[in-house]
């Protein structure tokens, strides 16, 4: 601890020669006792952070989130944010795991964990159990390690995923059928009008639905959904970048690359050789 501050990062260092279909490369514990932001950051990872005591708020680009005490959050791979405690009190501890993989964007998208989510301490003994197995076979880093770690890791990503399966069995079930009609007409902006109809609900109703549900607007869901299904197509399809922009309703291969430069700084053809922004 110095000047109230500890960082205690354990990187996996065992050289291999090619990468794993998934594991945790790093974990750390934190601990601030003065006020601290960040820049909007992103990473081609996936972090699951836990907050083991005081308060730290992150903030994304269409929601901002407070952690308290035992609340846990997953940020998916390549999510624009950053987070700060001066709003918060400055001080905070929280334990930290960093995911990679070659099969990590396709098991996020599996599992349905490809948007952040948030648990109030509902996830934080599992999410704890993780982190002390991980946190120290990392600091040694055996390859006899590997199976445990990788395992561990898995593991925690699919109690996420039954967490969130809990909780959105808990939500209106308009909420389910009104994103699934979004997700299936994604080359077409969202009709307000036709959404409301078959949901059978006032547009002011279906604007509330939204908001309490997914903390945006139908709209902007329907955008990032969009921009979530091109990066997919992007880096994990043979189709030409004309082709997607055709799949995704765009009137042309120059119209999709320039809002997808404009939202991502990076064009299509970059953004699928390097995989990341």
Request: aromatic content about 12%.
């Amino acid at each position: 601890m110095k000047n109230g501050e500890h960082y205690d990062a354990h990187f996996w260092r065992v050289n291999l020669n090619e990468e794993l279909p998934i594991y945790p490369f790093c974990s750390e514990v934190v601990i601030r006792q003065e006020p601290r932001r960040t820049e909007w950051i992103s990473h081609p990872f996936l972090i699951l952070c836990g907050l083991s005591g005081g308060s730290l708020r992150y903030t994304f680009n269409d929601r901002k989130i407070v952690l308290q005490e035992q609340d846990v959050i997953m940020i998916p791979p390549r999510t624009r944010y950053f987070f700060e405690s001066y709003s918060t009190g400055g001080y905070y501890e929280k334990k930290v795991l960093e995911l990679q993989g070659t099969l990590l964007d396709d098991l996020v998208m599996s599992l349905k964990l490809n948007q952040v989510c948030c648990w109030r301490k509902g996830l934080w003994q599992d999410f704890l159990t993780a982190f002390n197995v991980i946190h120290p076979a990392n600091e040694h880093s055996k390859l006899d390690d590997i199976p445990d770690t990788a395992a561990t890791a898995i593991r925690l990503l699919h109690l996420c995923a039954l967490r969130n399966g809990q909780k959105n069995e808990k939500s209106d079930p308009r909420l389910s059928e009104a994103c699934r009609w979004i997700e299936n007409h994604l080359d077409i902006p969202v009709n307000l009008e036709l959404l409301r109809k078959n949901l059978n609900i006032s547009r002011a109703s279906l604007g509330r639905l939204f908001h309490d549900g997914k903390g945006m607007s139908p709209g902007r869901y329907w955008c990032l959904r969009r921009s979530e299904t091109a990066e997919f197509l992007l880096l994990h399809s043979d189709f030409s970048i004309k082709e997607i922009a055709f799949r995704l309703g765009y009137s042309s291969q120059f119209h999709f690359s320039n809002e997808f430069s404009r939202n991502h700084k990076i064009s299509p053809m970059q953004f699928r050789k390097r995989g990341i922004w």
